[in-house]
């Protein structure tokens, strides 16, 4: 039996029974569009086999879309009322059972996943949608690649290079990981209910290897967090209490680590970061 996949006047029939109303504070906006959650999935690449992870499935539609693919899924929901229907609205889709494998939680919180995921693709509350990519980039290194639709200034921001207007903090903590890029945009007419903001497709692949060890990573994003919380600063002030305490002492690490102290947090790329970090 083929898997079917939930069509708008379904989603909000499922809504109706569950008695959930689509919140702000939890970012809900469902995708009601079969083409929009197919499009989602093919750029993902997921493909029959695989093992993906999908965060805030809500009421299923871009599940049943990996599903379809024969792809299994382990589904991290936060509302315990979705979480508690979504087994039933698979079965009764025609997902094979073991397929889906629902997890009822915190995504912020969890550190442990069923079925070993090596593809994250989800729909995320814009909220929370850079910690939870990050969460989950730091605690599954078996996350390989991934596509996310987020809001486009988030997406933008992920993507964007050194230099950028909109280059910060998270785009380096995202590329500590991998490449990101841009892989689409998402009409607003799709999501129930319309959001008031653009959203985009972000797609990422993690690196072979680690970029450093743990205690390097974490060096590096404090790094990073000081140099953007004072962006228009130069490094050798914007650094001054994480490399040393004075702007001479940051002077000294950031020649070490052959960038110019001169610069401002901006223009670094995420090696220039990692340098710096080694350097202390």
């Given at each position: 039996?083929?898997?079917?996949?939930l069509?708008?006047?379904?989603?909000r029939?499922?809504?109706?029974?569950?008695?959930?109303?689509?919140?702000?504070?939890?970012?809900?906006?469902?995708v009601?569009?079969?083409?929009?959650?197919?499009?989602?999935?093919?750029?993902a690449?997921?493909?029959a086999?695989e093992?993906?992870?999908e965060?805030?499935?809500?009421?299923?539609?871009?599940t049943?879309?990996?599903?379809?693919?024969?792809?299994?899924?382990t589904?991290?929901e936060?509302?315990?009322?979705?979480?508690?229907?979504?087994?039933?609205?698979a079965?009764?889709h025609?997902?094979?059972?073991?397929?889906?494998?629902?997890?009822?939680?915190?995504a912020?919180?969890?550190?442990?996943?069923?079925?070993?995921?090596?593809?994250?693709v989800?729909?995320?509350p814009?909220?929370v949608?850079?910690?939870?990519?990050?969460h989950?980039?730091?605690h599954?290194p078996?996350?390989?690649?991934?596509?996310?639709?987020?809001?486009?200034?988030?997406g933008?921001?992920?993507?964007?290079?050194?230099?950028?207007?909109?280059?910060?903090?998270?785009?380096?903590?995202?590329?500590w990981?991998?490449?990101?890029?841009l892989?689409?945009?998402?009409?607003?007419?799709v999501?129930?209910?319309?959001?008031?903001?653009?959203?985009?497709?972000?797609?990422?692949?993690?690196?072979?290897?680690?970029?450093?060890?743990?205690?390097?990573r974490?060096?590096?994003?404090?790094?990073?967090?000081?140099?953007?919380?004072q962006?228009r600063?130069?490094?050798?002030?914007?650094?001054a209490?994480?490399?040393?305490?004075?702007?001479?002492?940051?002077?000294?690490?950031?020649?070490?680590?052959?960038v110019?102290?001169t610069?401002?947090?901006?223009?670094?790329?995420?090696?220039?970061?990692?340098r710096?970090?080694?350097?202390?």
């Amino acid at each position: 039996m083929p898997v079917t996949l939930l069509g708008a006047s379904e989603i909000r029939a499922l809504a109706a029974a569950l008695d959930v109303t689509p919140t702000k504070k939890l970012g809900q906006n469902f995708v009601v569009d079969a083409n929009t959650v197919r499009k989602i999935v093919h750029v993902a690449g997921v493909a029959a086999g695989e093992s993906v992870v999908e965060v805030g499935p809500g009421l299923g539609s871009l599940t049943l879309a990996i599903l379809e693919t024969g792809a299994s899924v382990t589904a991290v929901e936060i509302d315990h009322r979705l979480a508690e229907r979504l087994p039933a609205t698979a079965a009764a889709h025609g997902v094979a059972d073991g397929a889906l494998r629902v997890v009822d939680a915190d995504a912020l919180r969890i550190e442990e996943l069923p079925g070993e995921p090596t593809v994250l693709v989800a729909n995320l509350p814009y909220n929370v949608s850079v910690p939870v990519i990050l969460h989950f980039l730091e605690h599954f290194p078996l996350i390989e690649r991934g596509v996310v639709m987020v809001q486009a200034e988030v997406g933008e921001r992920l993507a964007a290079p050194p230099g950028s207007k909109v280059y910060g903090a998270p785009s380096v903590k995202a590329a500590w990981y991998g490449p990101w890029r841009l892989a689409g945009t998402v009409s607003r007419q799709v999501f129930w209910p319309v959001p008031n903001v653009d959203s985009v497709l972000v797609a990422f692949r993690r690196d072979p290897e680690p970029r450093g060890t743990e205690e390097e990573r974490l060096r590096t994003f404090r790094i990073v967090d000081a140099a953007f919380q004072q962006r228009r600063k130069m490094l050798r002030q914007a650094l001054a209490a994480v490399l040393g305490g004075t702007a001479a002492e940051a002077s000294a690490v950031l020649e070490r680590a052959e960038v110019a102290p001169t610069a401002r947090g901006e223009e670094l790329s995420i090696d220039d970061f990692v340098r710096i970090a080694r350097a202390l």
